[in-house]
């Protein structure tokens, strides 16, 4: 796949993360570039407290290598990441650890709703 085609099937995914996240939580989430502007923003914003979200919108994915860039750009957030290959669903991975942590922050966010 060219550079652009990857970095285009990035934002789509970016964006459709986010919106997953919505659905789901019924949080506000966005493609994080879209909300800060610098290449530098995490893949989606969202109000869901103390969560780094990592996309990864590929066919064959380095799921330690991922795991690893959300936990190093999470700057001690609980690393979340979302993968999805084509034609499959989304899916959350996240370290065993962390997965108490994630399952109360998810609660609490659901309770606010």
């Known amino acids: 796949m060219s550079g652009m085609t990857s970095k285009r099937k990035g934002k789509i995914g970016e964006i459709a993360a986010a919106k997953e996240l919505e659905r789901l939580f019924g949080c506000e989430a966005r493609r994080g570039q879209q909300f800060a ?13 103390g969560v780094h979200v990592e996309v990864k919108r590929t066919e064959k994915l380095r799921l330690y290598h991922a795991v690893e860039q959300a936990t190093d750009e999470g700057g001690g ?17 996240v370290p065993l650890d962390d997965l108490p942590a994630l399952a109360t922050v998810l609660y609490l966010t659901l309770a606010d709703q």
């Open 37 to 49: 502007g610098g290449t530098d923003s995490p893949d989606v914003t969202h109000s869901i407290h």
């Open 77 to 93: 957030k609980i690393p979340l990441v979302l993968h999805k290959a084509n034609r499959k669903p989304w899916l959350a991975i």
